[in-house]
């Protein structure tokens, strides 16, 4: 590859800066309360995350799916250990057993989540790190996105990115009972609220143990109180919005275009 990585480019490294500010806030504080030692980094891309994590003390095996990020990482950081494994590969559990498993823009980028987050769960002995994009659902739903094919994409192209509901529910569901985001999350407008009430990417730390820390808010099992079959449909419900609004506005430039002939 070309020595312009995608993952230097300058979007990358203001994501990088402010979940790095978040990691470095909050898991001294959880390596203390849990005597966390071991980290698996999986999806580690070209190695900055688990850079990160031996930095703040952590015995870390970085794997990622693409030969290509592994080369790089260890010609970056050449004290690290570094490995090919796909995290969808049946075998990842054969890796061995971690304190903490880190797992940074991943999850939404494969064909079987639910499956690598079992992974996930036979792996980490006690704390699982996750971010990713979430789809803008209230409910525990998947959707099945065609991807582009960027080196930064899934392996396939083609993967289910999870609302932050079913993120929290296939945690839970995999042994995970403690889920909690970050009290504070990232300084960066993907992590917070925009206007249609969803955040695009999410912060979870999922224990298998319960953890207090005044730097962890605590999600509730997100358990759907009503059968799908009796909810409205998210994209009817759209269409009429849409058609609604363009009713409105039309309405108020018409209005506009009387009183400027007046």
């Not at 999850?107 to 002995?125: C, D, G, K, M, T």
């Not at 409205?232 to 363009?246: K, W």
Request: hydrophobic share 40%.
């Amino acid at each position: 590859m070309s020595s312009t990585w995608v993952f230097d480019q300058s979007h990358y490294d203001a994501l990088n800066a402010a979940r790095e500010e978040t990691i470095r806030r909050i898991l001294p504080d959880l390596m203390q309360r849990m005597n966390l030692k071991t980290a698996l980094d999986l999806g580690c891309g070209l190695g900055h995350y688990a850079n990160v994590l031996h930095s703040q003390g952590f015995d870390v095996l970085a794997v990622d799916g693409r030969e290509e990020n592994v080369i790089e990482a260890k010609r970056r950081y050449p004290d690290l250990r570094f490995q090919i494994a796909d995290a969808q590969d049946p075998s990842l559990a054969d890796l061995g057993k971690f304190d903490l498993v880190f797992c940074f823009g991943l999850l939404y980028h494969l064909e079987n989540p639910f499956s690598v987050v079992r992974s996930i769960s036979a792996l980490a002995s006690k704390l699982v790190l996750i971010e990713g994009i979430v789809y803008p659902s209230p409910e525990p739903v998947m959707v099945l996105m065609d991807e582009n094919t960027g080196v930064d994409q899934g392996l396939n192209f083609m993967a289910f990115y999870p609302s932050e509901t079913c993120l929290i529910k296939m945690l839970r569901r995999a042994g995970f009972a403690h889920c909690h985001n970050p009290s504070r999350m990232p300084a960066h407008p993907e992590y917070h609220k925009g206007a249609n009430g969803f955040r695009r990417r999410t912060v979870v730390a999922a224990a298998k143990e319960a953890i207090e820390s005044s730097l962890l808010s605590t999600w509730a099992d997100p358990s759907p109180e009503f059968s799908p079959w009796s909810m409205m449909p998210l994209y009817p419900a759209h269409r009429r919005f849409t058609r609604l609004y363009g009713a409105v506005d039309r309405l108020f430039v018409d209005l506009k275009r009387r009183a400027d002939r007046h």
